[in-house]
């Protein structure tokens, strides 16, 4: 699993809601918390939001000091220029007719954030070009990452705690 992703979404896509990729990934009762600069995903340039584990379970306040978010970042047009050179990224991909959305984990995670931010961007992917960061190499093709994504339920229960 990585803790940053760049999903190529085609420029005529349309974005689920919010709503739909939390019940697509997580289901309906996961406490999450949000900050959106749009009501409608398509529109917004950002999306943050994190599960709530300690609101699951109360365990998980004695086991991590911070809920760390999903930063989820949409890129359109010269936006995306402007992305790849602030993270000194060399173009391997051709992003003429796309748009990127850019998902990066914050620091002091454990392994079930990352599989929470990988059920995110399984929904967000789908039928999309996928990359992951690499430490060593930088952001490399990703299509088959994801096979291997623990189920919902199996997330769930991770934060659940069951």
Not at 1 to 22: E, F, G, Q, W
Not at 124 to 134: G, H
């Amino acid at each position: 699993m990585y803790s940053k992703y760049i999903i190529l979404i085609d420029k005529n896509a349309t974005l689920p809601s919010r709503s739909s990729i939390v019940e697509r990934a997580w289901g309906k009762d996961v406490p999450i918390s949000f900050v959106q600069d749009n009501e409608v995903l398509n529109d917004a340039s950002y999306l943050d939001f994190k599960v709530n584990k300690w609101e699951a379970n109360g365990k998980w306040s004695e086991m991590q000091d911070q809920e760390p978010l999903i930063r989820v970042e949409i890129f359109r047009e010269e936006r995306i220029a402007d992305f790849m050179r602030e993270n000194e990224l060399q173009c391997t991909f051709d992003y003429e007719g796309y748009f990127l959305v850019a998902l990066e984990l914050d620091d002091g995670w454990h392994e079930v954030d990352q599989f929470l931010l990988a059920r995110v961007v399984n929904v967000l992917a789908e039928n999309q070009k996928l990359y992951a960061y690499d430490d060593v190499k930088g952001y490399i093709d990703c299509g088959d990452c994801l096979q291997s994504l623990p189920s919902k339920e199996a997330v769930r229960k991770s934060v659940f705690l069951n």
